[in-house]
């Protein structure tokens, strides 16, 4: 005991003498500060090649900048950092090291800090380690990590998994590390004593889903700013807090959006309290003042990834020069650029907006005032797009179709290769069949789009094998109805098909045979024919380039219309023509504009001849009213994500019986709807969430209400005191399966009536849907999983009474870094640059120190 009572006043003494040296000086940015559009490459290759000379880097993870303009790198795929002089490319070795174990090895370079005597600092995410290298040594020494540890937090034994990030304090030279796949900020006094600061597994206020880098503002009181990149936003914690802040972006809901980040993974802080942002999956850096609701973009504003000057490739770290001029580790491109800073005088502001306008209402003859809703409902999948196979989860859904009594078919080929019943009203999805990968009738390559007849067969068309099969229902396998003869240009032969439709009374198979540039039409499975273009990829009227989906409606004489997805149009082709017409969009040229189209995957029309287009690389649904010139959106905006008012690269659309249409949105794994009612002459609007209204701001602190779980950040001066073990809380509800198999007998006889599915047929035909009824009734219950640890901690002081959550999500340990994204725990970086990192330590304070370390000496003993 007297030991430990020493080592606390120790701890105790360092603290205090830390607060006795000069502060830190403060990054400092002008106020007006402008960047750069496009950078100049300062080191590696400006076309992103890789390699291991001294001009080149291989995945550099982080940068710094010192106060001499000396730009040093991790170059992590070299295992070494290189120092850059000032306009040199050509590097300096600085740290030779390789892979292995050894104190002079890594097995992975995850992030690197710098002290003011030029020590630099390596986190090793693999090891779970940080080796500090002294200038021109050979080795480094452990200084943090590197297996367990005793938590003087609360006295257990324990260890750190996969750590994304670290600080070091520029005084006390104590190391911050974000501890990734314990989802919790520890705090390294020294190399053998380690506290648990903040954090737990969650979503609340006061935990983190996989935290990658951080901030600590020494000049606030150590305020704590970290990046909670799983939960796609960063939370500031304040001096005294027990729960965090949300600072930037909106919880769980990634995004493009200023107001969204996108699995962001590191941070800095200026004096202003303007952070910087590594926005990694948006290929960007933005600057949002704390207290703002959205940021603003300064490096990488096309919201695409790429090599030219304009454009990032999942950034990783940040750092400044002196002047404010922007460095980034420009990972995947092999390079670190620099975009220049200006300062100008004189400047207009233009308030930026990041609310999403609401369309204007779209006239029709039968209802003069029909808008959709701004937000979609999800019926199936997650409303934050997590990854899944569970009944009531998605991975990859690519169409959808609508049955009787609008029940929803889902194709869904992420991992399993299987097609989803969802009741009206159920999020919980019904296994119709369940394949695998191969080329076996039992088996698909890809599934990309999907057709059910009257009788309840599925028609799949498979790309990868070029092929569409017909399954019965409650069939083990299919048959081939169209293609199946190999990959070819010939007319028995199919190329990369991505379109599909059959007719409803014929069975007639048209195809948008994609890379064959044509739509073919498969009158059985021997015969086919051409109805439009052919062999030449082109933008001519009888040509087409790339199409991928199709439409055809029955009631004007089987016309034909193409999303001709490559040319960026809609064609209209009449039956027998030989050439189209352009009907939406403008030939060759994409765009985001009312009367442009970028990359159209599909459309379907309704009776009125409106045209409802899958704007694919738009991230929208645009409405196209016969005889117009321009479109409007009717679903997504000019930003994509997981928000209820976003898509992101929706690959069709339906429509109900209501008029609501149903898109599945691919990337997020949802399928989502408008919502709604009819009034007068007029559809009101509602938004609802399985019955719950949903209102999502643009700011907030949290979409998830904190449960009892305080963690307090203390004043660093806090003695550590007692330990707290946390109880720890299961539930566990069983999972209940549905049903795989499906009973042939179960097929009900479709009405004589119009149909409300989404194909437009004469009014004499039948519904071309039928609704599959599962012999067995399926129990939708809770599906939870046990929380195995938690730990709600302070900086110092752990004496407070620990409350446990009731509500208890997933386990805290994870072997993902990232469970949304599953983010390599070598891309986790938060670098601070020397000059505003570090302090030059005067000789009075060093002085002072040595003076007090002598006094707390002598009362010790």
Not at 258 to 267: D, F, G, K, M, V
Not at 628 to 654: D, E, F, K, M
Request: neutral net charge; contains cysteine.
């Amino acid at each position: 005991m007297a030991d430990r009572c020493l080592k606390y006043l120790s701890i105790k003494s360092m603290i205090i003498i830390a607060v006795l040296i000069d502060e830190i000086s403060a990054l400092s940015i002008c106020p007006t500060a402008v960047w750069a559009l496009n950078a100049t490459t300062v080191a590696g290759s400006s076309s992103g090649s890789s390699g291991s000379t001294l001009t080149k880097l291989k995945t550099p993870i982080a940068v710094i900048v010192d106060n001499n303009s000396n730009t040093y790198v991790a170059d992590t795929g070299n295992y070494r950092v290189l120092q850059f002089p000032v306009n040199s490319t050509t590097g300096v070795l600085r740290i030779n090291g390789s892979f292995g174990t050894g104190l002079n090895q890594f097995s992975s370079m995850t992030d690197m800090g710098m002290d003011a005597n030029g020590n630099i600092y390596i986190l090793d995410g693999t090891l779970a380690r940080v080796t500090k290298w002294t200038p021109g040594s050979a080795s480094g020494i452990l200084v943090a990590g590197g297996g367990p540890f005793n938590d003087y937090f609360d006295g257990h034994v324990d260890s750190m998994g996969q750590p994304g990030g670290m600080f070091i304090e520029p005084q006390s030279l104590f190391i911050w590390i974000a501890d990734t796949n314990n989802s919790r900020i520890v705090k390294w006094v020294n190399s053998s004593t380690v506290l648990t600061v903040c954090g737990s597994y969650g979503a609340n206020s006061n935990q983190f889903i996989n935290p990658l880098g951080l901030f600590v503002d020494t000049t606030a009181g150590n305020t704590l700013y970290v990046v909670d990149s799983g939960n796609h936003r960063i939370q500031r914690w304040l001096p005294g807090a027990t729960t965090g802040e949300t600072v930037a972006g909106i919880t769980s809901y990634y995004g493009s959006g200023l107001n969204q980040l996108w699995s962001p993974i590191a941070i800095v802080v200026d004096s202003n309290q303007n952070m910087y942002i590594t926005d990694r999956l948006n290929w960007r850096i933005l600057q949002w003042k704390v207290g703002a609701s959205f940021g603003i973009d300064i490096a990488g504003t096309a919201l695409s990834k790429g090599t030219a000057p304009n454009l990032l490739g999942n950034p990783s770290s940040v750092s400044f020069d002196s002047n404010g001029s922007l460095f980034v580790a420009d990972t995947t491109n092999n390079r670190v650029q620099k975009f220049a800073i200006s300062c100008p005088t004189n400047i207009s502001t233009t308030t930026v907006s990041s609310v999403v306008t609401t369309m204007m209402p779209i006239s029709t003859s039968t209802c003069p005032m029909t808008v959709w809703a701004l937000n979609a409902t999800i019926i199936a999948g997650s409303p934050i797009g997590i990854v899944g196979l569970t009944s009531t989860l998605l991975d990859g859904p690519t169409d959808v179709w609508v049955g009787n009594n609008d029940s929803i078919y889902v194709i869904d080929w992420g991992t399993y290769y299987r097609v989803q019943l969802f009741y009206p009203g159920s999020q919980s999805g019904i296994t119709i069949f369940n394949a695998s990968y191969g080329t076996n009738f039992n088996q698909f390559s890809s599934m990309d789009a999907f057709s059910i007849d009257m009788s309840g067969n599925i028609y799949i068309l498979d790309n990868g094998n070029s092929r569409v099969t017909k399954w019965a229902p409650g069939a083990s396998a299919g048959i081939v109805v169209a293609g199946g003869n190999g990959s070819g240009s010939s007319l028995s032969k199919l190329n990369s098909p991505y379109g599909i439709f059959v007719e409803p009374n014929t069975s007639y198979i048209w195809i948008a045979d994609s890379n064959n540039n044509r739509i073919v039409k498969w009158i059985n499975t021997s015969t086919a024919i051409l109805v439009a273009g052919g062999g030449t990829s082109g933008s001519k009227a009888n040509q087409l380039y790339y199409p991928e989906g199709l439409f055809v409606d029955t009631s004007d004489s089987n016309t034909l219309y193409v999303a001709d997805t490559y040319n960026h149009r809609i064609q209209k082709w009449l039956y027998g023509a030989s050439n189209g017409t352009t009907m939406a969009g403008q030939s060759t040229v994409y765009g985001s504009a009312l009367n442009q189209l970028s990359s159209p995957a599909t459309l379907i029309m309704d009776t009125n001849g409106s045209m409802y287009i899958v704007d694919y690389g738009n991230h929208r649904i645009v409405l196209w009213l016969l005889g117009a010139t321009s479109g409007t959106v009717i679903a997504g905006s000019n930003t994509y994500g997981v928000l209820p008012s976003q898509l992101y690269h929706p690959y069709s659309v339906r429509l109900d019986s209501t008029g609501a249409f149903i898109v599945p949105d691919h990337a997020p794994n949802t399928v989502s709807s408008s919502t709604t009612s009819v009034s007068t002459n007029s559809i009101s609007i509602t938004a609802t969430l399985q019955n719950t209204t949903i209102t999502v701001p643009l700011t907030t602190n949290s979409l998830t209400t904190s449960t009892n779980n305080p963690t307090t950040i203390l004043s660093a001066s806090t003695s550590i005191a007692g330990s707290v073990t946390p109880s720890t809380t299961v539930s566990t509800s069983a999972i209940v399966t549905p049903s795989t198999t499906v009973s042939s007998s179960a097929v009900v006889t479709p009405s004589t009536t119009v149909p409300t599915s989404p194909t437009v047929t004469p009014p004499t035909t039948v519904s071309t849907s039928a609704v599959v009824t599962p012999s067995t009734t399926v129990s939708t219950s809770a599906i939870a999983t046990s929380l195995t640890k938690v730990s709600s901690s302070a900086i110092v002081t752990p004496s407070t009474t620990v409350s446990m959550s009731t509500l208890v999500t997933t386990s805290q340990k994870s072997n993902s870094i990232n469970t949304i994204t599953k983010l390599s725990s070598t891309m986790a970086a938060s670098s601070q640059s020397t000059n505003h990192s570090f302090a030059i330590r005067n000789l009075n304070s060093k002085l002072l120190v040595l003076s007090f370390c002598f006094i707390m000496i002598f009362i010790n003993n």
